[in-house]
């Protein structure tokens, strides 16, 4: 069982910027990968960015250039730095790990991007 809690969501304006962070008991350095999702009210969950243990990143097209997920030396935090926040990045932001074949959510944390 892994165990993970996010934090730095929020309000903030358009233009502005926020850091997501996931906690995790398992070092992103054990498991396969670590993703940061994003459900927005009506619409399904879809993957915005993760990274394998090898160092690989994936970004959704829409957030290219403007999000970075990156961890700390230890390996227990994945943050996602988000930057010239739009309005339709607002969501609940999850992260979720694949520990070889077995997944484990957070519960989420609230971005609202409005002026």
């Known amino acids: 069982q892994v165990q993970l809690v996010e934090s730095g969501g929020g309000l903030v304006h358009p233009g502005g910027s926020l850091k997501l962070s996931c906690v995790a008991s398992k070092s992103i350095f054990s498991i396969y990968s670590l993703g940061w999702y994003r459900q927005a009210p009506g619409k399904q969950r879809e993957l915005v960015a993760s990274l394998r243990s090898a160092g690989r990143t994936y970004y959704e097209d829409s957030v290219k250039d403007r999000f970075t997920i990156f961890s700390d030396a230890s390996g227990y935090t994945v943050n996602l730095e988000m930057n010239s926040l739009k309005p339709e990045d607002t969501a609940v932001y999850y992260c979720?790990?694949?520990?070889?074949?077995?997944?484990?959510w957070g519960k989420g944390t609230l971005v609202t991007v409005s002026s």
């Open positions: 979720k790990v694949d520990d070889y074949g077995m997944d484990y």
